[in-house]
């Protein structure tokens, strides 16, 4: 019989589910089937195939099952020519099946899950990739056949009547994970992968239970591919001494290199004594237009940019924050994103500035936020003081305002602020769509009274952005063109040079 290395595997009857095979454990075997402790090899398509019919009698399941192969890899040389061969091939016949099951080495399988989460656009059918930590063509104890065989289920819901899934997911050790949000912390043991800061869209033991509220809902627009992708990325993970060293230079000095994900410390804090590490990100955006999203580097959390002052000035380079994504997803963001504007972005500022903003969004449920500002303009100079007490912005159409939608947190960020003042700090008070010009604290347009102590000018500290939390009112007020004014209640003066609003949009 004809061994099949590539490609469909016909006959195809374009029914039940469409099954690719890329290789992995759950397809290898030893080189010396006589010697168990020979390494193990991945087999073909076909051969994996046929053991599963008659050895196992897959074809008992109760439904069709088709075939297709990538070149069988061990998961470490999985590439972007891999992500296009399966985004590909599922894309041929999508129509025809309810679900596809991808085989996968459980090394980079987070990796291939969340480059096809961001290239399948409309995507209205389960996508399950699962694998193994044990092989079960010669172990007896194994996890590889339980997580084929139930993948498969999920990839027919028509027939296990298994709540849809219409996601790209990983399903192994009983829980079905959104594959974006998804890592791999166990090496060894069966329970391969954790969801940190999400959770699970499912368990099946004995019986299934689908968290149906967690599942993004089925589109149901026209199933499209978007496969380019920009490969001169890197993640650098941040140490003490890195800031010391000269290789920081030589990576952030690279004229090939396009994107970056800052792996910082905690809530997004990176080295600032000596400044250098922040100069050479300032340099590589300012002069070859590269892209940078920080995350954290920690098991789980967000990063909150301006919580200190070693991530404050994050903000004022105009750096892209990952607020909850993994470190996977995020480099696998930048290479999604930067790949759509490929062409324009080493030459034109516009598209690195599209990039930084989309990068803040949740594309594919792949953060639990999405983050939006907008840039408001003043009437007059950003100054206050005993002279000039008062100043208003032009109402503004706030981005990322949608009905229904609900907002972690509403920031009124004031950029390169000084403030200079007599006393402890100055107090400011803010009101949204408000005409008056004398200061009503029972007003409903009253957003909050702050007090900021003197920074820049005559202090030794440097400008720096100043926040103002404006959550619990603002929440209604942005479904309107807000327009916000600032009062100067105390004495000293405050100067900044750009105001904009963030909002912190939840998402599923
Ligand atoms: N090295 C293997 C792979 O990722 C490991 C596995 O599948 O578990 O292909």
């Known amino acids: 019989m004809k061994e099949f290395d590539r490609g469909f595997i016909e006959p195809l009857k374009k029914e039940g589910v469409l099954v690719i095979y890329t290789g992995g454990t759950i397809g290898s075997m030893p080189k010396d089937t006589a010697d168990k402790e020979s390494p193990q090899v991945v087999v073909s398509c076909q051969k994996f195939r046929d053991i599963c019919k008659d050895e ?27 992500w296009k061969e399966i985004a590909k091939a599922i894309d041929k016949y999508y129509k025809y099946y309810e679900g596809f099951v991808v085989l996968h080495g459980t ?22 990739i699962t694998g193994a930590q044990r092989a079960f063509m010669f172990n007896l104890r194994n996890d590889g056949w339980q997580n084929f065989i139930t993948s498969l289920y999920l990839a027919n819901p028509t027939y296990s009547k298994i709540p849809k899934i219409s996601e790209v997911c990983i399903y192994f050790d009983k829980k079905v994970f959104r594959g974006n949000r998804t890592r791999k912390n166990q090496a060894t043991d069966d329970d391969a992968y ?3 800061n999400f959770s699970s869209l499912g368990r099946i033991g004995d019986e299934y239970k689908i968290n149906k509220h967690l599942i993004r809902k089925p589109q149901h627009s026209e199933f499209r591919v978007l496969d380019s992708f920009e490969e001169n990325v890197i993640s650098l993970n941040f140490f003490p001494g ?34 250098k590490v922040l100069n050479l990100i300032s340099d590589a955006i300012n002069r070859r237009n590269v892209v940078f999203l920080v995350v954290t580097q920690c098991g789980g959390g967000d990063v909150l940019l ?31 994103l930067l790949g759509q504007y490929k062409e324009h972005i080493k030459k034109d500022k516009k598209f690195v500035k599209l990039v930084a903003t989309e990068l803040q ?27 000039n007490k008062i100043l208003m912005y032009e109402p503004t159409k706030i981005d990322g305002v949608e009905n229904d939608s609900e907002y972690e947190k509403i920031v009124l960020r004031f950029k390169g602020a000084a403030i200079n003042t007599e006393k402890e700090f100055i107090d400011l008070k803010i009101f949204v769509n408000y005409s008056s010009d004398k200061i009503d604290v029972e007003s409903d347009f009253y957003l909050g009274a702050f007090k900021k102590s003197n920074i820049g000018l005559n ?50």
């Open 56 to 82: 196992y009698n897959l074809s008992d399941i109760g439904f069709n099952i088709d075939w297709y192969s990538t070149e069988p890899l061990d998961s470490c040389n999985v590439g972007i020519k891999e």
């Open 459 to 508: 202090n030794s500290s440097e400008p720096t952005v100043l926040f103002f939390d404006i959550t619990k009112k603002a929440y209604s007020q942005l479904e309107r063109t807000p327009s916000f004014k600032i009062f100067l209640d105390s004495p000293g003066s405050i100067s900044w040079i750009d105001t904009e609003l963030t909002i912190f949009r939840k998402e599923i």
């Open 242 to 275: 890195i800031q010391d060293g000269d290789i920081i230079e030589r990576i952030l000095e690279d004229s090939s290199l396009r994107g970056v994900v800052l792996m910082a410390y905690g809530a997004g804090n990176l080295p600032t004594k000596p400044m």
């Open 361 to 387: 969004k949740n594309l594919k449920g792949e953060q639990s936020v999405s983050i939006f500002t907008t840039p408001l303009k003043p009437y007059g100079d950003l100054k206050l003081d005993v002279s």
């Open 107 to 128: 090394d980079t399988m987070v990796y291939t899950a969340t480059a096809l989460s961001f290239m399948f656009d409309n995507l209205s059918k389960p996508v399950i």
């Open 194 to 196: 954790y969801s940190p």
């Open 306 to 336: 301006g919580m200190y002052d070693t991530s404050a000035k994050l903000i004022d380079l105009g750096i892209s924050s990952g607020y909850d994504i993994t470190p996977e997803a995020a480099l696998v963001k930048v290479m999604h």
